[in-house]
């Protein structure tokens, strides 16, 4: 990695952390943060930009002493005495007119924020709901703009919501509740828990304490604005209004792989026979007493089915056929113990059996409706 100062590389070195100043102090520390995530931090922080917070110090400004600025951080980050600084309000005009306030933390601030969101962000990112793309790695607005437009050729319907003054009104008590769930580190804790009541600087010097919200132009902040709607947006409406899961008509309507004529595997929102069809079914097949039957030939076994089963096909194999394949299975399996009840002296086995059936459905294949539509 390279120290920079001025934009002019000084020194560069493939280890874990850079040399000079970062190379102070190896004491002990209460908490194990690791001078290469402090560095990772910075480098994030400068590709982003932005302004000066209340102390005025730009970029370049807290660049020109880097190691010496990355050092002092770490130290205090690591021994637990950091405390960050307040946040400067700023009004931002929005399109309609009205104004967005922002709270831009100092570069020191951001760098120390960045730390702790690469920390944590890898663990909350496993739980967010698959369409949720604000704020999130490797999501944009094209990508929502796309699924958008999918779903738009499938309903003819949509809801608009927009939460006024999300960020500044965020309940600190259910946000802590979030975080107590997910994050164990005790110093990841600590820093969030600070930065939630650091206070805002107006224009005029006053400084105002904040009871609830997490500024808007925080480095954390999306990601805690994420973890709160994970709980009491997205977890909600799957849970009262779940949209994007239904029954009807004994199919599940959601999100599953589909194969295309064309062999391709796409995801779309898709009908598939529901749990509580292949329940029923399956549980009218696990009532069948094939030692009963030993009596009948094949022939006559399969007639006996032969609606039963073509029914099913015809109507829960309308839409995606796979979905049927653990049902079919499910039967495969009672015949092969009804093989082995008819011809017990000379298929004991159940491969034995499954031979014998495999070279009855080779020869007639259409014996049993389903027999078409399994993968062997």
């Not at 094939?290 to 399969?302: I, N, P």
Request: aromatic letters at 12%; one cysteine or more; hydrophobic letters at 35%.
């Amino acid at each position: 990695m390279a120290l920079e100062r001025s934009g002019e590389p000084v020194r560069s070195v493939d280890r874990d952390q850079p040399r000079s100043g970062m190379n102070q102090g190896q004491t002990t520390k209460p908490f194990d943060i690791s001078k290469r995530a402090v560095w990772a931090a910075w480098k994030r922080v400068k590709a982003n930009g932005g302004a000066a917070g209340i102390d005025d110090q730009s970029l370049v400004d807290f660049e020109a002493d880097l190691s010496g600025q990355l050092y002092k951080l770490w130290n205090r980050m690591s021994s637990g005495s950091y405390l960050p600084p307040a946040v400067k309000h700023v009004d931002i005009p929005k399109a309609d007119g009205g104004i967005r306030p922002l709270g831009i933390p100092t570069v020191a601030d951001r760098v120390a924020q960045m730390v702790v969101k690469q920390a944590i962000e890898p663990e909350l990112e496993r739980h967010f709901h698959p369409d949720s793309y604000g704020y999130r790695p490797g999501r944009d607005a094209h990508q929502a703009l796309a699924v958008t437009r999918q779903r738009c050729w499938q309903a003819r319907w949509v809801v608009d919501l927009d939460i006024k003054g999300f960020f500044d009104a965020i309940d600190h008590d259910l946000l802590n509740l979030a975080l107590d769930k997910h994050i164990n580190e005790r110093w990841q804790r600590l820093y969030l828990q600070r930065w939630l009541t650091a206070p805002v600087q107006y224009r005029d010097g006053t400084q105002e304490q904040r009871t609830q919200g997490t500024p808007q132009g925080g480095v954390v902040s999306p990601l805690l604005a994420n973890l709160f709607l994970h709980y009491v947006f997205d977890r909600w409406m799957q849970r009262h209004w779940p949209t994007t899961q239904f029954d009807f008509l004994g199919y599940t309507f959601r999100d599953q792989g589909v194969r295309l004529r064309t062999g391709k595997l796409v995801v779309g929102f898709t009908p598939a026979v529901s749990r509580k069809a292949m329940q029923r079914m399956g549980g009218r097949i696990k009532h069948w007493h094939g030692g009963k039957q030993v009596h009948r030939t094949v022939f006559e076994l399969a007639r006996a089915y032969r609606s039963t089963l073509q029914g099913w096909l015809n109507y829960y194999g309308r839409f995606t056929r796979s979905g049927l394949s653990a049902l079919w299975w499910t039967f495969e399996n009672r015949l092969v113990s009804w093989v082995r009840k008819k011809y017990h002296k000379r298929y004991r086995s159940a491969a034995q059996a499954a031979r014998w059936l495999a070279r009855v459905r080779q020869r007639y294949p259409r014996l049993f409706p389903h027999w078409g539509s399994m993968r062997c």
